[in-house]
């Protein structure tokens, strides 16, 4: 069974590897892969962010490299091996593409991330897996 967990660095989605390793401890032949998707791309009428300037843009790569090993260890706790991948583009659809092209069983995501509006159900980026997936996906409160 191969398993797709997402984290954004967000609380949420690190209760997400945590259930996901919970899960997972108890599953023979679990192959975990967390990712985490950087939003590289920019559009002209965004405020300039961090991202925009090499020096944010590596502060914020060393960021997510500690987020995934901070999931990677949550993993290796529970005697899971996980892998960890870093890519580039829109969170959604990159998440999507990546669990349709390496055949992916299932996705584990927090309902919300680091976006603001705290009184939707989902987060963007979850609501679009979850609507889009054809695999199932498992939503951590
Ligand atoms: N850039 C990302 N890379 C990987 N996973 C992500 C990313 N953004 C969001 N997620 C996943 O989607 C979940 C919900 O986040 P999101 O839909 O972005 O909510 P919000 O609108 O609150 O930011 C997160 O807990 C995380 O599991
Ligand atoms: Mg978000």
Redo the contacts with the bound molecule.
């Keep these: 069974m191969k398993i797709l967990v997402?984290?954004?660095g967000?609380e949420?989605?690190l209760k997400?590897v945590q259930k996901a390793a919970d899960i997972v401890a108890d599953i023979k032949e679990a192959q975990v892969t967390v990712?985490?998707?950087e939003?590289s791309i920019s559009h002209p009428y965004e405020i300039p962010s961090r991202e925009h300037s090499p020096e944010g843009h590596e502060q914020l790569e060393k960021e997510h490299k500690k987020v995934l090993a901070k999931a990677q260890k949550v993993f290796e706790e529970k005697n899971v091996k996980a892998e960890t991948a870093v890519k580039q583009g829109h969170?959604a659809s990159t998440?999507l593409e990546m669990a349709s092209k390496e055949n992916y069983d299932l996705i584990v995501?927090?309902?919300?991330?680091?976006?603001g509006?705290k009184k939707l159900l989902?987060?963007?980026?979850?609501?679009a897996v979850v609507q889009e997936a054809e695999v199932s996906v498992l939503i951590v409160k």
């Design positions: 997402c984290t954004d967000s949420q989605s997400a990712v985490h998707v939003e969170p998440i995501m927090g309902s919300r991330g680091l976006g509006i989902l987060g963007s980026v979850s609501n």
